[in-house]
Structures are given as structure tokens and as C-alpha cells.
């Protein structure tokens, strides 16, 4: 049996993960493969009331709450969605995963990201991804993309400048970290451009 393979994507909101997403479910089909893509939050009936709460709740969630729902949502999407898929020999693409954690609820909210980590590794047993792609774009850009596709913004989204910052910074930390885990690619490229560069990466592993 072929064997399963886990690919996450990361970055920045507006940075284009659910564009190459699409793209690189496509071409994994076309080659045969069958193609799990899912996300955190959201990827299965709980995770969607997680994600109403985490991303649309209207006042405060205090940051180690955010950090608890996003490890519970995970242990939960792992244990139903994604081991079982890779278990078959599926391909797993998945936007978002415990990096995002560590950008967002670790540097974006100002935790302490070892402790952030750590309770998402014990809620997944240590699930790591195969490959993590970041489409790392400056917060700038992002937000004019958004300002361009959104009427209203979830909680994450809203935050300032600064917050977007910490956690592009995060992100970019974690991929130089473990960069034979990681590929960091300019998410300022044509979609074409990157969507080729990702293809390269995964036919090496798939």
C-alpha cells in the first residue's frame, strides 16, 4: 500500500492557502493519489462549532482558552480525520496545523509558544507533518488582499498590524528551526509560480 502522506500549510491570513490548497489536491488526484484536504479549525462537526467560538465569537475568549479550544479541536480532527487517512495510504493536505498555534496564540497573543506546543503534541501524540509549506507574505499585502475579499473580519484577522507581525515573525523562526520539514515560499509570486514550486517539493515525497 502506498503510504500516507501528511503535507500542512501555513501562513499569514490572505497569504493563498486555500488557492494552493486546491491546486495541489488537483494535481495529487491527477497522479492517482486519494487527497484528504481538510483544516484546523473546522475539519470535522465539533471542529466547526470550535471555529464559531475561536474565529466569529462576539467579546473577549481569554488567550490560554483560545490556546485550549484550537489543542481540543486538534486532538479531536487527528484522532478522527487524519491518522485514519493516513492509515489508508491517503495523501492528507490540511490548512493549518500546530505551527499556527504556535504563530498565533504563542507570539500573536503572547504565550509562552514552548507551552502552546506542547499541549497540542500530547492532544495529536506527536503527529508532525511530512512537509509544511509557509506562503510567507508582509502583513501590508495581506491585509489589501483581504480589504479586497472581505466584508468582515473574524477575530484573528481584526487584530492590529503588530499582532500580524509577531506572528509572520513566528512563523519565519519556526521554518528556519526545521527546514528540512519546511518550504518557505514568497507568497508575493504569481499563484502559478508557486503552486510549481509545491509540486516539486511533494512529487519528491509523494
Do not use: C, N
Amino acid at each position: 500500500m502506498t503510504r500516507g502522506l501528511f503535507v500542512t500549510l501555513e501562513g499569514g491570513d490572505g497569504s493563498g492557502k486555500t488557492t494552493q490548497a486546491e491546486r495541489l489536491e488537483r494535481w495529487l488526484v491527477g497522479r492517482g493519489r486519494t487527497v484528504v484536504r481538510t483544516r484546523e479549525p473546522g475539519g470535522t462537526e465539533v471542529g466547526v462549532e470550535v471555529r464559531e467560538i475561536v474565529l466569529h465569537h462576539r467579546g473577549d475568549v481569554a488567550p490560554r482558552a483560545e490556546a485550549l479550544l484550537y489543542a481540543a479541536d486538534r486532538a479531536h480532527h487527528v484522532a478522527t480525520v487524519v491518522r485514519p487517512a493516513l492509515a489508508r495510504g491517503d495523501v492528507v493536505v490540511q490548512d493549518r496545523y500546530i505551527d499556527s498555534s504556535v504563530a498565533y496564540q504563542g507570539a500573536g497573543r503572547v504565550l509562552d509558544p514552548d507551552e502552546v506546543r506542547r499541549i497540542s503534541e500530547w492532544a495529536t501524540e506527536g503527529l508532525v507533518p511530512d512537509l509544511t509549506i509557509l506562503l510567507d507574505l508582509p502583513w501590508e499585502i495581506a491585509r489589501r488582499r483581504l480589504d479586497g475579499a472581505r466584508t468582515r473580519y473574524d477575530r484573528l484577522e481584526a487584530e492590529a498590524g503588530e499582532f500580524h507581525e509577531r506572528v509572520r515573525a513566528a512563523f519565519l523562526g519556526l521554518a528556519d528551526a526545521e527546514p528540512d520539514r519546511f518550504l518557505v515560499v514568497d507568497a508575493t509570486r504569481p499563484a502559478d509560480e508557486i503552486a510549481d514550486v509545491i509540486r516539486e517539493r511533494v512529487r519528491a515525497l509523494a
